[in-house]
């Protein structure tokens, strides 16, 4: 008579612990080597990373449309990157131009600009740099000199070019993978999902649950503050004040948004000293102070609060660094995911440890 075969309990339990632990070691081994490949092809990721953002911010409403009339989700897919499409055409046809102008403009009177900033700084004194003594318009010359012999070799002519030609591929490949993503993009989300171990999977599903309406609300709120400002910079400047330079200028203030405290004081001064450069009296720059005055209010105290909301804010120092540390580590594509992934780690601790998520700090 046969014995009957031992309980297969303890192997089985020894095998999940074995599975566990591997999962644990696999999970850290795939964030390393994601930090590795986003360092070393931040280039080649940054379409994947512009058109994955889009797609992300779209996607809730091409789900709600189609779950709310029972259309194919590929229909309003497609709807929306002919809108995308369409708009982008729209702002490089009417904004593009005007940019190149002001930028050309910008550089033709460059050196005016140059002097009229150092005489801000130093007055009609003499300041010694490199041993010896140079007023405002001295140094402005030097500046330009320098700026003319950078410009005139050849390599970095090339690499200008060869740059300008990236930046064409790039913005249409960026358009293909938008398309994509937009079409298939709770698919791919899936088979991302797969890569990962399976027993930290229900790990990463309540992550991505709990942090996606915060990262989703800052990816919005700021889009929201960076047109608003570069609107209401572009009638000011432009419009309102009469300033030169007003399409780049409003370009420069929108995209500084993105850097707190710093960014908007120094899109401010940058402005101010092209709207001193062409003030004719006392009237231009009173109305460039209450410009600036108006608009800084508007976003912090009205516009910020009601798009970013409590629970997308970080400290100020805490976005400094991750701005900081992410470009300096993954480039552009840093910039972009440094404070989203700060969110997400939050978010992360605040699972891992069971506490509710702290208060976050003033923008």
Not at 79 to 93: K, V
Not at 124 to 133: F, I, N, R
Not at 278 to 283: R, T, V
Request: with cysteine; proline share 6%.
């Amino acid at each position: 008579m046969k014995e009957p075969a031992p309980p297969r309990e303890p192997a089985i339990r020894a095998d999940r612990e074995r599975v566990e632990r591997m999962s644990t070691w696999m999970a850290i081994l795939l964030v390393v080597l994601a930090a590795l490949l986003i360092n070393q092809l931040q280039w080649v990721l940054l379409p994947f990373a512009i058109a994955g953002l889009v797609a992300y911010i779209c996607t809730p409403a091409i789900e709600w449309l189609a779950k709310r009339t029972q259309l194919p989700r590929a229909l309003y897919a497609v709807a929306a990157f002919l809108i995308l499409l369409l708009f982008a055409s729209l702002l490089a046809m009417l904004g593009v131009p005007s940019m190149i102008d002001g930028l050309r403009a910008m550089v033709t009177d460059l050196q005016g600009i140059v002097t009229d900033a150092v005489r801000g700084a130093i007055g009609s004194a003499k300041v010694t740099l490199m041993g010896e003594a140079m007023n405002a318009e001295e140094i402005a010359q030097a500046v330009m000199a320098n700026v003319r012999a950078w410009l005139a070799d050849a390599g970095r002519i090339a690499a200008l070019g060869t740059a300008a030609f990236a930046t064409m591929i790039g913005a249409i490949l960026t358009f293909v993978l938008l398309f994509y993503l937009l079409l298939s993009g709770p698919a791919v989300a899936r088979g991302l999902l797969a890569l990962v171990p399976p027993g930290q999977r229900p790990l990463v599903r309540q992550v991505a649950l709990q942090s996606d309406p915060v990262v989703r609300r800052y990816f919005v709120g700021v889009i929201v503050v960076v047109v608003y400002s570069s609107t209401a910079a572009y009638l000011g400047l432009g419009f309102v004040l009469g300033i030169p330079h007003a399409a780049l200028l409003a370009l420069m203030t929108g995209l500084l948004e993105v850097i707190p405290l710093v960014g908007p004081y120094a899109a401010a001064v940058i402005a101010g000293l092209v709207a001193l450069r062409y003030a004719n009296g006392i009237g231009p720059i009173i109305a460039y102070a209450t410009y600036a005055t108006a608009l800084r209010l508007s976003i912090d105290q009205l516009l910020g609060p009601i798009v970013l909301g409590t629970a997308a804010r970080l400290h100020p120092v805490a976005v400094i660094f991750c701005l900081l540390a992410g470009g300096a580590l993954f480039g552009i594509v840093g910039i972009i995911l440094a404070v989203p992934a700060a969110l997400v780690l939050r978010t992360t601790l605040a699972i891992l440890y069971d506490e509710p998520q702290a208060a976050p700090g003033p923008r």
